[in-house]
């Protein structure tokens, strides 16, 4: 298993764009979740799925944020429009979900982006 | 409100010398506590849990629910330990919600 694969690695735009990025969990996980790193922040959780499901999104800085998993093999993370002060390493972890969160994430190995 | 505290953003060590890293938390019920590290050009990855009371590449960690902490130690550093640590908090029915890390430099 490749384990959790998000796209881009890299992406670098400029402010006021539109920003996606992916994820892939890994087969058979369940929960999804999502984090911003950033030197002065640490790790931040974004917003998290169960089976699908958004369970808790009070980590979304704003609205300018949103994201989505329409299947158990796909999640998107969307910035419109994108400020220079999103920049950081946006990472996507996946998990089994039994009932209760276990813990033990798996993690990706992050999008860095940079809003010029 | 949950919150997790690592106080030390950077610990430098000799190898051989002990280690801890800090990590303190807040919680009005019982979590479940955690060790994270993120080794150079790889996966954040779980270190170890304080239910499983296991020891992992040397390192131990015990809750103390009477200070609210949740070091982590190792007795004797080794250069293979420099990496980034999170300690990690879960509560019930909640995510996991990590501290700012701690970089861990041992030289030789």
């Known amino acids: 298993d490749a384990g959790v694969i998000q796209s881009p690695r890299h992406e670098v735009t400029e402010m006021g764009q539109e920003v996606t990025l992916r994820c892939k969990p890994i087969?058979?996980?369940?929960?999804l979740f999502w984090y911003r790193q950033t030197m002065m922040r640490g790790l931040e959780l974004l917003i998290y799925f169960n089976n699908n499901v958004p369970i808790d999104d009070s980590g979304m800085p704003e609205d300018r944020f949103s994201a989505k998993m329409p299947n158990a093999s796909f999640s998107t993370l969307k910035i419109q429009p994108s400020e220079p002060r999103d920049s950081a390493v946006y990472f996507c972890?996946?998990?089994?979900?039994?009932?209760?969160?276990?813990?033990?994430?798996?993690f990706g190995e992050g999008s860095r982006l940079t809003v010029l | 409100a949950q919150r997790v505290t690592q106080p030390e953003k950077l610990l430098s060590v000799f190898k051989g010398a002990p280690v801890e890293l800090k990590c303190n938390y807040s919680?009005?019920?019982?979590?479940?506590l955690f060790w994270y590290v993120q080794y150079s050009r790889q996966r954040l990855q779980l270190l170890l849990r304080h239910i499983s009371r296991e020891s992992i590449k040397g390192f131990t960690a015990d809750l103390n629910k009477g200070e609210t902490s949740f070091h982590l130690k190792k007795p004797f550093a080794q250069e293979e330990d420099s990496a980034m640590y999170y300690c990690a908090l879960m509560g019930t029915g909640t995510a996991l919600i990590f501290g700012k890390g701690t970089t861990l430099s041992v030289s030789s």
């Open positions: 087969s058979g996980h369940n929960s």
């Open positions: 919680y009005s019920g019982s979590p479940e």
């Open positions: 972890a996946s998990s089994l979900y039994s009932g209760r969160n276990t813990g033990e994430l798996f």
